[in-house]
């Protein structure tokens, strides 16, 4: 199957910074990238979804100018959380959906944000 | 919107033995419904899906059924391993919607050796 990669595995940050992870699918190009976020035993909530050359959708509640989205090629999309605090503090999880495949939705392996 | 109900939220098996978790849907234009496995600190991974125009689908020890009629789907594990033991999300998704897939609030499967 296909891969969709993320970077940084874990980051951790102080109160007030920025952090930008990486998505990236490795072996097909992705029309369109979600992102998810996941709070310990719970299921993942979506964001938002980013589709290759234009904005993002968000979700309803989350905060479009504190986490930019930017999907500039059809195997990069990145999330930014901007000015994080502690409550920002969760998994982030990206997943791709391919041109190639239009019903298999591809996960990469999430990024563990801890903000000081 | 789409609403996915996914039962039991904890289920503990002996080694072994089947393990069946079920969830429903309330949107009849879904047609696509994946089963994913996650561990610990870590993505969720497919492991198998089934799309509305068909029934059943098996692959080795795993399973999974669709009722569209009564909106419900199963998976079905036989012959449990302890490697099975993770966290295992349904969803239902309507590829008109922009491919948004809507997620079960996940089942947390203990296979005990």
């Known amino acids: 199957g296909a891969v969709v990669s993320q970077h940084p595995s874990w980051v951790i940050c102080k109160s007030g910074t920025s952090v930008k992870i990486e998505c990236r699918s490795l072996?097909?190009?992705?029309?369109?990238m979600f992102w998810y976020r996941q709070f310990p035993k719970q299921s993942l909530m979506l964001m938002a979804t980013s589709n290759e050359g234009s904005k993002a959708t968000y979700e309803q509640g989350v905060e479009k100018d504190k986490f930019l989205i930017n999907h500039a090629s059809l195997t990069l999309s990145t999330l930014t959380v901007t000015s994080a605090h502690p409550e920002d503090s969760s998994f982030y999880i990206c997943?791709?959906?391919?041109?190639?495949?239009?019903?298999?939705?591809?996960f990469g392996p999430g990024t563990r944000l801890t903000v000081l | 919107g789409e609403n996915v109900e996914q039962h039991p939220s904890t289920l503990s098996v002996q080694e072994g033995d089947s393990a069946v978790i079920k969830c429903t849907y309330s949107d009849s234009a879904s047609n696509y419904f994946p089963w994913y496995k996650q561990e610990l600190g870590k993505g969720p991974q497919l492991i198998i899906d089934?799309?509305?125009?068909?029934g059943e689908k098996k692959d080795q020890r795993i399973a999974v059924t669709l009722n569209k009629t009564a909106k419900h789907f199963s998976l079905h594990i036989t012959e449990t391993q302890p490697e099975d033991s993770a966290v295992y999300f349904c969803a239902a998704r309507d590829n008109t919607n922009a491919g948004k897939s809507t997620f079960g609030d996940g089942t947390t499967l203990t296979v005990k050796p």
């Open positions: 089934i799309r509305s125009n068909v």
């Open positions: 072996d097909f190009q992705a029309t369109t």
């Open positions: 997943s791709a959906l391919g041109t190639a495949y239009s019903y298999e939705q591809f």
